[in-house]
């Protein structure tokens, strides 16, 4: 078996405004559970994360999303899919693309789940500096609040 030397395996800790951080990127279901997630480093930017989880994501008819995930390309890849987007348009977008506003109000649930996710000091506060010792505590917070 071989052994990991200092820097093999990646953090995922980025600088930002608030310090050195991480971005959990979400899909939550209508019921409001976690049902795909990724990790990544604080300052890098919504369309990674959207990439990373675009082939997880299951099937559904639309997605809700903020400002940070509008793009023409993730917008025809999820076209492409199936999944109509209820992404609002980015303050400098040229042709701004129409979004509902009363369908975008369901977002809440997004932000209700990672709440529910803070409410766990581990998690809010990042005790592991691995970074897959910090995915497996939000794992099992997600489990416990809304498996069990």
């Known amino acids: 078996m071989q052994s990991c030397k200092k820097g093999d395996v990646p953090r995922h800790i ?3 405004k608030g310090g050195l951080n991480s971005k959990l990127h979400a899909v939550v279901n209508d019921d409001g559970k976690l049902v795909v997630m990724a990790l990544t480093a604080g300052q890098t930017s919504d369309h990674v994360g959207a ?17 940070g995930y509008d793009s023409d390309e993730y917008r025809a890849a999820l076209k492409a899919k199936g999944i109509a987007a209820c992404i609002p348009p980015r303050k400098g977008r040229n042709n701004p693309q129409d979004y509902c506003k009363t369908l975008y109000k369901q977002r809440h649930k997004v ?5 529910r996710l803070k409410d ?5 506060t990042r005790y592991e ?20």
């Open 129 to 148: 500096r691995c970074a897959d010792l910090f995915f497996a505590a939000i794992i099992i917070s997600v489990i416990v609040i809304w498996w069990v």
């Open 120 to 124: 766990w000091r581990r998690i809010a």
């Open 51 to 67: 990439k990373i989880m675009y082939p997880c994501l299951p099937k559904a008819n639309r997605l809700i999303g903020d400002k």
């Open 14 to 16: 980025g600088r930002t």
């Open 111 to 115: 932000e209700n789940a990672f709440n």
